[in-house]
């Protein structure tokens, strides 16, 4: 017998995905106490064999684009993987699409944030439906009309699948059409066309680049109207049953979100309802956008924790050279920091969602741009070094790291780039001082309590030039995770935070904090359950 398997990790199965001590801290301080025992229920749920195979069966069997049916008419339809809709009935009955906008408990949005960041530890790619679903309504309430039509679907916990006309489904996902092949995300050189049907309607003529999930219900969409680029409601249903033309040419072949179809839609003709004032388009949805950069922001800290909880799982069970590899003081060095990353980028997305409870749109402005550019950047880094946690067993398919890789730089693109963040940072500090003053406020307290950051916040006073602007944007969000961490993590994980991200005691790798940092304490707290 020369074949016995041993010294290998068991199967990350059978936990629960939500005992994770720094996220149920900010869900109670930030509103939501109400929501763990759902979270918990959730969490044990996305902890089991079975939904980890329907984030496989999604992304090995990736969507098929039909085009026509069988009789030459044309359909324009995406076929899902069974293991999709199952993905997409739990996220839409969980509450992570649109409910949090017809629950009037306190902390709603910040339960739902929690939920998105448990269950998309899971599978990332049907979360792109489930965000834009939650984002369009503040946006869509532009139109009042629309809204009192569609709120009520939109925001419902039902998953209906499939092309029917909107008033006749019990629940609805939303989708967004913006970029186009020549303009990306300068999206004043669109060049589809709205024209006025006379009727209270448009036509639209032209094709989009990236418009993600066209199997949605509803799209809001960028158009050029006779007073500028407006926001256009495009349903792929008619309210007479009839197909909307929505014809989809191609769907991407992307690197990962495999799971996710994105496609290519051309209007011909298309029918559509005017959102918003004619000439404001980008007024009008960018309330969209500002609620997805908050769900790139929660995705990315979910997939690091997904990350990291393989990562320290793994080294708890190997052992190398006469040890459990956690145990080895280098090896520890490394989960420690990137512990240290994940939390601090949890508590950031959960701060985030608070502050959309609270309504305190100043401080948004600026720290969900912040949070966008910086934890979205960690993300492929952070995966990339907890894959080599688990050597070549990480390089394996079946490990699911390698899916986890693959989604790493999506949410630092989708939405608005890095350099799109950055710039966005520098017209807020510029234009807007209500917003500087908030995220100072937001600041300062932990700052009179740390030396460090209160060293790196006073060199965030001089407004930066263009040249300056990344820098500005990663100082930010170091200062803003540091006062987080000061406040409300133990002192092992703030101190070894501030140390390294601010006081330059960090060398170019993780595993590289400071001696002195209780590395043993951090990687107990990040320990999955």
Do not use: Y
């Given at each position: 017998m020369t074949h016995e398997v041993f010294n290998q990790a068991p199967p990350l199965v059978d936990y629960d995905v939500a005992a994770d001590v720094g996220l149920l801290g900010a869900v109670e301080r930030e509103g939501a106490a109400w929501a763990v025992g759902d979270l918990h229920r959730l969490g044990k749920l996305a902890?089991?064999?079975?939904?980890?195979?329907?984030?496989?069966?999604a992304n090995r069997f990736e969507p098929r684009l039909i085009t026509h049916d069988r009789y030459g008419h044309r359909v324009d339809e995406v076929d899902f993987h069974p293991s999709w809709h199952r993905l997409m009935e739990v996220a839409v009955g969980e509450g992570l699409a649109g409910a949090p906008w017809a629950d009037t408990?306190?902390?709603?949005?910040?339960?739902?944030a929690a939920g998105l960041y448990v269950w998309s530890q899971v599978e990332a790619g049907h979360s792109c439906p489930i965000s834009m679903t939650y984002a369009v309504v503040p946006a869509l309430r532009h139109a009042p009309e629309l809204a009192a039509a569609y709120e009520p679907l939109l925001t419902a916990r039902t998953y209906d699948f499939g092309l029917r006309t909107p008033a006749a489904k019990t629940g609805l996902l939303a989708g967004m059409g913006m970029?186009?092949?020549?303009?990306?995300?300068?999206?004043?050189?669109?060049?589809?066309?709205?024209?006025?049907?006379?009727?209270?309607?448009?036509?639209?003529?032209?094709h989009k680049w990236f418009?993600?999930?066209?199997?949605?219900?509803?799209?809001?969409?960028?158009?050029?109207?006779?007073?500028?680029?407006?926001?256009?409601?495009?349903?792929?249903v008619l309210p007479d049953g009839k197909r909307n033309t929505f014809r989809i040419q191609?769907?991407?072949?992307?690197?990962?979100n495999r799971s996710n179809a994105s496609s290519e839609p051309e209007f011909d003709e298309t029918v559509a309802w005017l959102v918003g004032e004619p000439g404001q388009g980008i007024r009008t949805i960018i309330e969209m956008v500002a609620m997805t950069r908050l769900d790139c922001v929660t995705?990315?800290?979910?997939?690091?924790?997904?990350?990291?909880?393989?990562?320290?799982?793994?080294?708890?069970?190997?052992?190398?050279?006469?040890?459990?590899?956690?145990?080895?003081?280098?090896?520890?060095?490394?989960?420690?920091?990137?512990?240290?990353e994940s939390e601090a980028a949890t508590l950031l997305s959960m701060r985030l969602a608070g502050a959309v409870d609270r309504g305190e749109q100043a401080f948004q402005r600026l720290a969900v741009a912040v949070g966008k550019f910086w934890v979205c950047k960690r993300q492929p880094a952070v995966v990339g070094e907890a894959l080599e946690c688990l050597g070549g067993n990480g390089y394996v398919e079946e490990s699911g790291l390698p899916r986890l890789y693959r989604d790493a730089p999506l949410n630092s693109i989708w939405e608005g780039s890095g350099n799109v963040q950055a710039l966005?940072?520098?017209?807020?500090?510029?234009?807007?001082?209500?917003?500087?003053?908030?995220?100072?406020?937001?600041?300062?307290?932990?700052?009179?309590?740390?030396?460090?950051?209160a060293e790196a916040l006073r060199e965030l006073e001089k407004t930066p030039t263009e040249d300056d602007a990344r820098r500005t944007a990663e100082r930010m969000a170091l200062v803003l995770q540091a006062s987080l961490l000061i406040r409300y993590a133990?002192?092992?994980?703030?101190?070894?935070?501030?140390?390294?991200?601010?006081?330059?005691e960090w060398g170019h790798t993780f595993g590289t904090l400071p001696a002195r940092a209780d590395t043993a304490a951090i990687v107990e707290r990040a320990a999955p359950a």
């Open positions: 902890g089991t064999a079975e939904p980890q195979r329907w984030a496989d069966e408990r306190k902390g709603a949005h910040v339960a739902r970029t186009e092949k020549q303009g990306g995300s300068d999206v004043r050189a669109n060049t589809t066309r709205a024209a006025d049907a006379g009727d209270g309607t448009w036509r639209l003529r032209g418009t993600s999930a066209p199997m949605c219900d509803l799209f809001l969409v960028l158009a050029q109207g006779p007073q500028g680029l407006s926001c256009f409601l495009v349903p792929r191609r769907l991407k072949d992307k690197l990962g995705g990315s800290a979910s997939g690091m924790r997904a990350a990291l909880n393989q990562a320290i799982h793994q080294t708890r069970h190997r052992s190398a050279f006469g040890g459990l590899l956690a145990d080895k003081p280098v090896m520890r060095n490394v989960l420690a920091d990137l512990a240290l966005d940072i520098l017209r807020t500090l510029r234009r807007e001082p209500d917003s500087r003053e908030a995220f100072r406020a937001e600041v300062v307290p932990a700052a009179q309590e740390n030396r460090r950051l133990p002192p092992a994980v703030a101190d070894a935070f501030c140390a390294s991200r601010l006081g330059g």
